[in-house]
């Protein structure tokens, strides 16, 4: 007759393959998270990689048009909510740095401004888009700090137009400019 298995050994089977399958697993998250930059969308790559962790940027959540004041407004309101965590979005607006913070907003007629702050990972802030400059920004909400929400970028997914000043003066002056035939 067979010994029984006593107590010790089933332990250390048990063990021995819940160790294996920790193995497998932990291969296969490897594999899986390999590659770095993939494919490709209109503004370059769909995934890039960013301090161990990637941005995907092929799935937009939200997108805000320049000129958007209530949709910037509504997304504003739930970014910092924490309602828009991991969400990509795409906008179009315009840099404001009053003090030491990157924000990209979208102004109202009557000058009200409403925004939310951005980060540009892998230059330093003298190569931001000044402020003023109309830009246009994809990235991933993140948390900078508990219950602080931003939008997180690389350079390739910032496309600056240049400065807004005088824009709309000169929008007002070609309504008035008359087209000889």
């Known amino acids: 007759m067979a010994e029984k298995p006593n107590r010790s050994m089933v332990i250390g089977i048990v063990v021995g393959v819940v160790a294996i399958v920790a193995i497998i697993i932990g291969i296969v998250i490897a594999k899986g998270n390999e590659g770095g930059v993939e494919g490709g969308d209109e503004y370059g790559e769909e995934q890039v990689e960013s301090g161990g962790m990637q941005m995907d940027f092929s799935n937009i959540d939200v997108t805000v048009e320049y000129g958007d004041y209530d949709g910037m407004y509504l997304l504003s309101k739930d970014i910092q909510n924490g309602e828009m965590l991991g969400k990509v979005v795409r906008i179009e607006g315009i840099v404001s740095h009053p003090m030491s913070k990157y924000s990209i907003v979208q102004e109202d007629g009557d000058g009200n401004k409403i925004g939310t702050e951005f980060e540009i990972e892998g230059i330093d802030e003298g190569e931001y888009p000044e402020d003023a400059d109309r830009v246009l920004i994809t990235g991933e909400i993140v948390e900078k700090a508990p219950l602080y929400y ?28 008359e087209v000889e035939e």
């Open 150 to 177: 931003i939008i997180r970028t690389k350079p390739a997914y910032v496309e600056n137009f240049g400065t807004t000043d005088g824009m709309d003066e000169l929008d007002e002056l070609e309504e008035y400019v």
